[in-house]
């Protein structure tokens, strides 16, 4: 009983902190407003990097030594939460965070992939769309193309892979054609060593793989004496292996190409890991999403300052919001791009109100889609 007094006294006396904080935290955003007003009748930015600075520094004076990476961070918190507001009052800057939906593609729907039959790309095609006419391409910048083009309904890229991490090309491709996530799907990728019937494993001299393929089976491959020719896709690489007729080439790929390519397997399930699952994104020219939509993924950059990264995500934890995933990408020489994946609808209101906080106080911001997973 005694600890629980003590609790409720404490407890107490917070609450009565936070009756003070409250009034004086509207009370500066007011006063932030009216110096937004100034700015704007004089034509100036909402952004001070010298101002905000300054005002850091004055409150890191007063704060003890234990507590200064805390302080700054209320600080550069409350200032972001101040630009925020400023631009969604004065500047007008309340503009959609994705463009109106368009509905899913019926009927005859067209769908492209990278690579040739056979490709994991394409048993994730399958997977997501049984009964669309499939068009393979050679590279995967070919998918934006054909989908920005609107040559097709829709492209399947892959995206990130359990063991290997992300595939950054593609995160590259969504910046560059300005293509939108509309679905995503995982295949499990259960690679195998394929081979021209006949062939021996002591035969093999030289083995064809996606990069991807030879870092998810590198265990397999180390010690062996064995040439390794990078492929544009494992189905790519199975394809090479069965026209290859010397008896000494093999390639890395699905149990599908080798049954297309007319290949036996000489060693299944050579992952470093049973749990090897590769995602894949739907991409279209148009977003398509509604209340069932569960994941959001954004893309970022940020001052090039400490803490404008933590800045930046301290809205979707405030909001409650589950970042599922970041990963970065470099743009320019010291500098990088984030791209975020959240779990959430951006039809929610609280959801949408955690991605505009974070837009406030990055350089770039933009939602790539609202979707789900299949």
């Known amino acids: 009983m005694e600890v629980q007094k003590q609790l409720t006294e404490i407890r107490e006396k917070i609450d ?6 409250i009034p004086l935290f509207l009370e500066r955003m007011e006063a932030s407003l009216k110096a937004g007003e100034v700015k704007g009748q004089n034509n100036m930015s909402i952004l001070d990097e010298e101002r905000e600075q300054q005002v850091v520094d004055q409150v890191m004076d007063m704060a003890d030594e234990s ?11 409350i200032i972001a939460l101040s630009r925020e507001y400023q631009n969604r009052l004065l500047m007008h800057r309340e503009a959609p965070l ?35 006419e499939r068009q393979a391409v050679e590279f995967f910048e070919d998918v934006f193309l054909a989908v920005k083009e609107k040559r097709v309904d829709y492209g399947v890229v892959a995206i990130e892979n359990s063991t290997t991490g992300a595939i950054g090309e593609t995160y590259d491709l969504l910046r560059k054609y300005g293509c939108f996530i ?24 030289e083995v064809f793989s996606h990069p991807e393929g030879f870092k998810q089976c590198s265990g397999f491959l180390r010690g062996r ?13 199975a394809e090479t292996a069965a026209k290859s007729g010397n008896g000494k080439t093999a390639a890395i790929g699905s149990r599908r190409a080798g049954e297309l390519y007319g290949l036996e397997i000489l060693e299944p399930d050579i992952m470093d890991s049973n749990e090897n699952r590769t995602s894949f994104v739907v991409i279209a020219a148009q977003p398509e999403y509604d209340e069932s ?19 930046a995500l301290l809205p979707f934890m405030a909001s409650g919001l589950n970042l599922m995933r970041i990963e970065s990408r470099p743009s320019t020489a010291g500098k990088y791009r984030f791209f975020a994946e959240l779990a959430g609808t951006i039809l929610d209101g609280n959801v949408a109100s955690a991605l505009r906080h974070a837009a406030g106080v990055c350089e770039y911001f933009e939602v790539l889609g609202c979707y789900s997973n299949q």
């Open 98 to 132: 994705l463009p109106p939906a368009q509905p899913p593609a019926t009927g005859h729907i067209t769908c492209t992939y990278q690579g040739v039959p056979g490709a994991w790309s394409e048993q994730a095609l399958i997977k997501l769309f049984p009964d669309a």
């Open 67 to 77: 507590l200064r990476g805390e302080t700054a961070l209320l600080m550069r918190t």
């Open 182 to 205: 509309v679905g995503r799907t995982w295949v499990e990728a259960r690679q195998c060593l394929l081979a021209p019937r006949g062939t021996k494993l002591s035969d093999i001299r």
């Open 225 to 237: 004496a064995w040439d390794l020719f990078a492929s544009s896709n494992t189905a790519v690489a």
């Open 16 to 21: 009565g902190i936070d009756k003070q904080i």
């Open 293 to 311: 939509s569960d994941l959001i993924s954004v893309t970022f950059s940020t001052a090039h300052r400490s803490g404008a990264l933590c800045e």
